[in-house]
């Protein structure tokens, strides 16, 4: 049983040596307790943020602790009677090949209806942050203009589409490459989309939003999102859901001309997904049903093997993945 374990805090970008993996017995389930194998694993943005000894929403990676993070598996050995062997489970200790956990920490997934992958995707966690962004946080209305950034990402890729789905007049997109900008517009429906790295970011977003964008899905802060700021209409909402071209920066000297909240009255809310739980059963009904009339297309991106979780972490971080990362530890 292959398990990563945290080495050492990187101050920048996280290289290999932060990161150890050990092999160990595989574990036995003890009353009320089932045995998983891990088929996929999530790698996610957040992570980065765990590796810091800061104190936050979710608790830091410890040096010499084991790694966590949400992952599918197929039930191998049971002491529970709500939990069959054979049962795919979703549940928070990734980063390892095998785990024991208690009964009451998973939740059985329906493998037949979607792919374990979606259940960390279209259907999981990065489903709901994009549907709760956009629709609660940033209130978005039909006839919206629209902007999300990240927007080749897993929240990125849903945000957009949902917003099309749900009637915004105008979508547009930034990503890292010119390959992922051509898919935002030919495969996921974006109206229009620029490759931030050509630069000239406030021009680039100006030409593609002439009247100006209403709602603004943040999901990499910095220069894009002072950029937004220019072009946000009188009343404008910006949904704060990630910041990653700060992540890597500790000295990032943040974001200038705020001022324009002020005198555009716009609002600007970061947010969390794990206060917007409630909203978890509208989401997968409205998603399920987007799916099944293939009105949404699914993006993502598979690493294969455990000892390649930290390379398809690193690669999420440097815009390496179309879609959800995943990493694939088993062939089931
Ligand atoms: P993604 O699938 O979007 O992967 C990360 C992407 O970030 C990369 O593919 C890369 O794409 C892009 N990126 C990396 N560096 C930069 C940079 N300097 N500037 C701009 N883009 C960059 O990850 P997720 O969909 O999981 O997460 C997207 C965002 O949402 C993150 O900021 C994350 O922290 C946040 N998040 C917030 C949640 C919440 O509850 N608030 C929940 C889940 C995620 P590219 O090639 O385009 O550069």
Redesign the pocket.
């Known amino acids: 049983n292959r398990v990563w374990y945290l080495a050492a805090r990187p101050s920048g970008f996280p290289s290999e040596s932060d990161f150890e993996l050990r092999e160990e017995a595989v574990p036995q389930p003890g009353p009320g307790e089932v045995l998983v194998r891990n088929d996929v694993m999530s790698v ?3 992570m980065r943020g765990r590796m810091n000894d800061v104190p936050s929403y979710m608790p830091p990676w410890q040096i010499g602790a084991p790694l966590d993070g949400g992952a599918v598996g197929t039930v191998v050995a049971s002491d529970s009677p709500d939990v069959k062997v054979g049962d795919s489970v979703l549940h928070g200790l990734g980063w390892r090949e095998y785990v024991v956990l208690d009964a009451a920490r998973v939740r059985v997934v329906d493998t037949a209806a979607a792919p374990a992958s979606a259940y960390l995707g279209v259907l999981g ?2 489903g709901l ?1 994009a549907y709760a ?1 956009l629709l609660d946080v940033a209130r978005m209305r039909p006839d919206e203009t629209v902007f999300v ?2 927007a ?5 890729s849903l945000a957009g589409q949902i917003a099309r789905l749900r009637g915004a007049r105008v979508v547009i997109g ?4 010119p390959e ?1 900008v051509r898919y935002l517009t030919e495969e996921l429906g974006f109206d229009a989309a620029f490759n ?1 790295r050509d630069g000239d970011i406030r021009g680039q977003l100006k030409r593609l939003a002439p009247d100006g964008i209403d709602v603004y899905f943040d ?2 802060g ?1 220069e ?1 999102l002072e950029a937004a700021l220019f072009r946000m209409n009188l009343h404008g909402r910006i949904a704060v ?5 700060q992540y890597n920066t500790p000295d990032a000297t943040g974001i200038r001309n705020l001022t324009l909240l002020i005198s555009k009255r716009l609002t600007m809310q970061g ?4 206060d917007h739980w409630s909203r978890r059963e509208a989401f997968q009904e409205e998603m399920t049903g987007w799916l099944r009339e293939g009105r949404v297309t699914v993006a993502e991106t598979f690493v294969d093997g455990i000892d390649k979780a930290v390379e398809a972490f690193q690669g ?6 179309l ?3 995943v990493v694939r530890l088993s062939d089931a």
């Open positions: 996610d943005p957040a966690m990065p942050t962004g950034s990240g080749a990402g897993a929240v990125g930034s990503a890292g490459s992922k931030y999901n990499v910095g894009q859901c990630g910041m990653i071209s947010f969390l997904v794990l999420l971080l440097r815009g390496a993945n879609g959800k990362m």
